[in-house]
């Protein structure tokens, strides 16, 4: 036990002396941390006034690019919706839902030739609609103004009867079944050249023939003037004779195939079919909510209800 104690008892001398010790260590680790800068930190170099200059430049010129690259993506030129790919319909702000809407009804080799039409297909909302109409640009003959004039030059077609669209006796030229033209005898038309005389024979095919002379109308890029001067020499002399669908065994495609018919319509016709489960006469179609009645005489030509 003597032992134990003699190597914990200090005298006062020496427990003065461990007490300075420590007030010594303290104090000196106080100055290091106060007052002595051990961080290492980089050495600033200040730029030159060339430097200075350059890197105003180039903030300034990245500020401009940035500028014109947010007016490129919301400035668009007049273009035809028909046409919208992917990327311009995200742009537009477009859903992707939207633009393959769009895609599919083009996949039936239909077209839109409007806004309400764009937007009867796409499914738009009317804010969307309202902000990029605008850019859109239709061939000129699906215009209301074309229409009108388009109207008033088939008012001049007085030179035949109506009841059967053939020439009148007091008609000094001869004039030919439109039926049965060839592409060299569209090429000597004023106005028509081998991609229209194309187009032309390439709708005929579609329609099955031309029922009516106003029909011409409907060729993409066929102006008013130019098909007045077709219907001098050709016109509809007889009926073409058109394979029917039955509405009502057809199956959606079938009836999305047709010309004048396209997706939403066909959604119309095979709702009403299944809500009547049987179509007794293709006249019942004027009553649907939504039907084209303009376009009812162009349809009837092409469905039949058996």
């Not at 919208?84 to 080799?109: A, D």
């Not at 990029?132 to 004039?149: A, C, G, L, N, V």
Request: hydrophobic share 35%; aromatic share 14%; charged share 30%.
């Amino acid at each position: 036990m003597k032992l134990k104690k003699s190597h914990f008892w200090y005298n006062k001398n020496q427990r003065n002396g461990i007490f300075y010790l420590l007030v010594l260590i303290i104090s000196i680790q106080a100055f290091y941390f106060l007052f002595v800068n051990y961080k290492n930190e980089e050495t600033k170099i200040p730029y030159t006034s060339e430097q200075l200059l350059l890197i105003n430049e180039i903030d300034s010129l990245q500020k401009i690019a940035e500028a014109e690259l947010e007016k490129k993506k919301n400035t668009f030129k007049p273009f035809n919706p028909n046409f919208i790919s992917e990327y311009k319909g995200y742009l537009l702000g477009m859903s992707v839902e939207e633009i393959k809407r769009l895609h599919e009804f083009r996949e039936t080799n239909k077209y839109v030739n409007s806004a309400l039409e764009f937007q009867k297909v796409t499914k738009v909302h009317d804010t969307l609609l309202a902000s990029i109409q605008q850019y859109f640009k239709f061939p000129e003959w699906t215009q209301k103004k074309k229409k009108d004039k388009k109207e008033s030059n088939y008012k001049n077609y007085s030179n035949y009867s109506k009841s059967n669209n053939l020439p009148l006796k007091n008609n000094s030229v001869t004039i030919k079944g439109i039926n049965s033209i060839t592409k060299e005898e569209l090429q000597r038309i004023n106005g028509i050249g081998e991609k229209l005389a194309e187009r032309i024979l390439t709708y005929k095919n579609k329609l099955q023939g031309y029922t009516f002379n106003d029909q011409l109308h409907e060729v993409w890029g066929l102006k008013p003037n130019v098909v007045s001067n077709l219907l001098e020499y050709y016109r509809v002399l007889e009926k073409p004779t058109i394979s029917k669908v039955d509405v009502n065994s057809a199956t959606f495609k079938e009836i999305l195939k047709l010309p004048y018919i396209d997706y939403e319509l066909t959604k119309l016709i095979v709702k009403y079919r299944e809500s009547v489960l049987r179509v007794n006469t293709i006249e019942e179609f004027k009553k649907i909510d939504g039907f084209p009645i303009e376009k009812f005489d162009r349809i009837a030509l092409y469905l039949d209800a058996q």
